[in-house]
């Protein structure tokens, strides 16, 4: 009980952190402002406008949510050792896993005030303009934040270890190969198939596509905006599948930071 | 309280991890109820000693002992408040709302709470109208006592201050001298680094001198000071040949005035006077300072 109090007064405090932080409003103006700019787009668009308006709003939601896990959640850590205030913290009767969890529950819950602030916008902005806002619309998003827990969960192990820059390029090094690892794979498979590589070359570009595919995120599984905006329907508990997966996830990078950031030594 | 025996630690730091030994068979007890200081120069281990304490630092070798449990486990850390050198905290909080984060983190609530804030306050006299305002507008000796008063929010039984006289002008460093002592007086057992040696001397039951890494001293200000022997400063009526002095006495740059090195040379010398009817004006007898020992530590380990 004391470890699950000292998370919450942890998580508490990296959200009143974070949304002091410049960089968080900016990010959240500039995802509104893009939000609004999509009923523009809708217009210009020769594409449905409907389709245009939320299949950009839902990529505005992804990218902002990224960005917000990058640059606030790596920071999180780094500051508390550049500023020393993590001394102090650490003196008192907290495990660092109890940190890790804590800063990582903190900023998990900014993303989530920003994703429902966005998707107020977007459904007040969709039943102003008569454009169906659906309800199916919200898995989306649900994805999309099951998404950002794991970038953050990726961010906070980075930042564990290394320096800010590095853990921002490593961050987003995790983030594109989890997008790309499913078509990297197909892709490999369709030139085997076809037989533009030799046997050799096959084999090994096959292995590596599985092992990328299997270690990295599948961060691809999350981006259902095509499904949700044309009205198909998405199979029979992919919901709860891919909550599953994201925990899983989640889990295992935080239990790597934390074990990474209880051998460390804080001068 | 404490216990150390052996401890170990090597640095490694550049690119080639170039190791830097700063800690070197460092051995000490703290014992219940006592005032301990901890001495030494810029980069002699106090800190890095302290660090291992509280759980910050690993350690390569050796046995450490924080109320009866290593500093590798959490346990070890409930009973313990740490104050670190110049301490840093959430500047966007104010000095209250830092003291609330902690408090609850020591597990205190409520009016509970609200009361030990109080009490730590008073007690470092900081209970001023700038204990509302953001940190980070505080000057050092404020930052100091906000320090402080985190650190004994949780009623520690053990407290590990590292320089918490830093910073701090005149008043502010009797006010943490006798916080110190109230503390120590309510049984809080309170280990501390610092470079003000006139302090230390006025308030430590004992004192551990670290020099390169090494324990050189351990003990009380007396113990320490008597081990390295009383000199005595005599001022006679008339002069006394240099030639004639008695053995272990040596001239101290004024005819009528010399310097005996020790209690044997001082009766020699008393008897000699008596033999030949040479009168004593003034005799002092000079201990050397904390500050002296530590001198000679120093320019000995550089040798």
Known sequence: ?267 | MIQIEHLHKTYRSGFLMKPKQALKDVSFKVEPGQVYGFIGPNGAGKSTTIKVLTGLLNYDAGKVLVNGISPRDVKSRTFLGYSPEQPYFYDYLSGRELLQFYGKLVGLDGKELDSRIQWALELLHADKDWIDRRLRSYSKGMMQRVGIAQAILGKPKLLILDEPMSGLDPMGRRDVREAIQTLNRDGVTIFYSSHLLSDVESISHKVAMIVDGKIVREGTVDEITESCGVEYHVRTRQAILAADLPEGVTPAGHPQECVCSDDAARDRLLSFCLSHGIAIEKMDHKRPSLEDILTEEIARADS
């Not at chain 1, 550049?82 to 804590?102: N, W």
């Open chain 1, 1 to 267: 009980m004391p470890t699950l109090k000292h998370i919450g007064i942890i998580a508490l405090n990296t959200f009143r952190e974070s949304i002091r932080d410049k960089i968080l409003y900016n990010i959240i103006f500039l995802a509104i402002a893009l939000t609004l700019f999509s009923i523009v787009l809708g217009e210009w668009s020769v594409f449905d406008r409907s389709y245009v308006i939320k299949s950009t709003t839902l990529s505005v939601m992804s990218l902002s949510g990224l960005l917000i896990s990058i640059f606030v959640g790596i920071s999180l850590v780094q500051k508390e050792i550049q500023r020393r205030t993590v001394l102090t913290l650490l003196s008192k009767p907290i495990s660092r896993a109890s940190f890790i969890v804590g800063k990582y529950l903190g900023l998990l819950a900014v993303v989530a005030v920003h994703l429902t602030i966005l998707t107020c916008i977007f459904y007040l902005m969709l039943a102003v303009i008569s454009a169906s806002p659906t309800l199916s619309l919200l898995t989306a998003v649900y994805l999309i934040f099951c998404e950002m827990a794991i970038v953050i969960a990726v961010a906070l192990l980075f930042s564990s270890f290394s320096s800010t820059v590095l853990s921002a390029l490593f961050t987003l090094g995790i983030y594109f190969a989890g997008h790309l690892s499913n078509q990297l794979l197909e892709q490999v498979r369709f030139a085997s198939r076809m037989g533009e590589m030799d046997a050799t070359s096959t084999a090994l570009f096959e292995k590596a596509a599985v092992v990328i595919h299997a270690v990295f995120p599948g961060l691809y599984r999350f981006n259902v905006t095509n499904y949700v905006v044309h009205g198909v329907a998405l199979p029979d508990m992919y919901l709860f599948w891919n909550t599953i997966y994201a925990v899983g996830y989640v889990g295992v990078f935080l239990a790597i930071a934390s074990w990474w950031f209880s051998r460390r030594d804080f001068l």
